[in-house]
């Protein structure tokens, strides 16, 4: 397979980002599948016609289900609101296309299982969009952990702060509401957070959690898209019907702590995603502000010079560096995505299932409903009971 034909249902923030890694893929990595930009789908046919013509796509619908009858089309991607991942999933695997879904994978997680199993019968290929594992930051620490650098692992801690709604007249964007979103900051934020746990430490076994909706109405929106939105209609209010900030602590079946934060009411926080973890022998501290840095301690190193050292992962051997830029030289964000589209196609070619793939998403989507159950409960929640 030298090209595969793509279809795509989503044409904002995040169809933005799927569609520039499929354009800078021919260009940094050569020997990858060549992905061919078939055509996108979105509900308002102006705006996915305007959004085809600025992000490369040859053709456009305002029906995804168009993609389904097509035999040009071998990939649908999925980057729509998380209440259409499931209807589009499993038409699209039971029509025998290969799926990439965003996170997380579905509302619930009867859903996130409905499409694990529809992809598994119809034995296609899929993958789950945790983009974060693909920093080289983030697979220097997991080689650290995996080679048994840091020891015995006895902490996670993650937090993952934003600030984009604090202001109470923001509007009532579809991701304030849980019949469309599914929840609030937990999960859009605590998901990635759970992911990288789940990679980077192992399997979460129990968790107890708190959550809050610091304002409990907002206006109307005029129009939305991605994280920004205007309202002409101030007076006009709707609820909120999703957490704005989710806390939680975990227990890890090797026996690890963990704590996790999810905020979108963190002021002075645009999108602090980071993680610290404490082992035997060593720590790791990253922070995606500083995409490109890792910070790493071991116990081993002499008293005189002791401490947390910073690790540039922007050159050889760390992955993915020797695809981009001179040494040195930084990478950004919408690199994880062109990674991880490295990844689905190498799958692809060596036929074998991409990762993470809808395991994972299911797998997230577990320990996030035990700490929605917890929070309803007030009580620990076994993740395995779900």
């Not at 650098?149 to 964007?173: E, M, S, T, Y």
């Not at 910073?310 to 930084?330: C, E, L, N």
Request: glycine share 8%.
């Amino acid at each position: 397979m030298n090209e595969i034909n793509i279809g795509m249902v989503g044409y904002k923030f995040m169809g933005k980002a799927h569609s520039n890694a499929y354009r800078a893929l021919p260009m940094f990595f050569p020997e990858s599948i060549k992905p061919n930009m078939k055509m996108i789908c979105g509900r308002n046919e102006k705006a996915v016609a305007a959004a085809a013509q600025q992000l490369g796509w040859k053709e456009y619908s305002s029906d995804w289900k168009d993609l389904l009858s097509r035999d040009d089309i071998d990939l649908v991607d999925i980057n729509a609101p998380s209440n259409a991942h499931k209807d589009i999933a499993v038409s699209a695997a039971e029509a025998g296309k290969h799926l990439y879904c965003e996170k997380p994978l579905a509302l619930t997680l009867d859903d996130a299982r409905e499409m694990l199993e529809a992809a598994e019968k119809a034995g296609v290929k899929h993958m789950v969009g945790f983009n974060y594992r693909f920093t080289p930051a983030i697979m220097l620490a997991k080689k650290l952990i995996d080679e048994g650098r840091l020891g015995d692992i006895h902490h996670f801690r993650a937090w993952f702060l934003q600030d984009w709604i604090v202001d109470p007249n923001f509007p009532l964007v579809w991701r304030l509401q849980q019949e469309i979103a599914g929840s609030g900051a937990h999960g859009d934020l605590n998901a990635h957070l759970i992911d990288l746990a789940h990679y980077l430490v192992g399997d979460i076994s129990k968790v107890v959690g708190m959550s809050e909706t610091f304002i409990k109405e907002r206006p109307l929106p005029d129009e939305s898209g991605g994280l920004s939105a205007t309202s002409g209609h101030a007076a006009e209010k709707g609820p909120v019907t999703v957490d704005d900030a989710t806390l939680f602590l975990a227990r890890f079946a090797n026996g690890a702590l963990g704590s996790f934060e999810a905020t979108r009411f963190a002021t002075g926080h645009r999108s602090t995603n980071s993680f610290e973890i404490n082992g035997s022998k060593g720590s790791v501290i990253f922070d995606f502000e500083r995409m490109n840095e890792l910070q790493v301690f071991f116990t081993d190193d002499k008293d005189d010079v002791q401490g947390f050292r910073r690790v540039m992962a922007t050159d050889p051997p760390h992955a993915y560096s020797d695809a981009w830029w001179p040494a040195g030289h930084p990478i950004g964000y919408e690199h994880t995505f062109t990674h991880a589209f490295v990844e689905f196609l190498a799958a692809l070619q060596e036929d074998r299932q991409p990762v993470p793939n809808f395991s994972d998403g299911v797998k997230c989507q577990q320990v996030l409903e035990a700490v929605e159950l917890s929070v309803k409960e007030r009580k620990w929640i076994d993740v395995s009971s779900l």
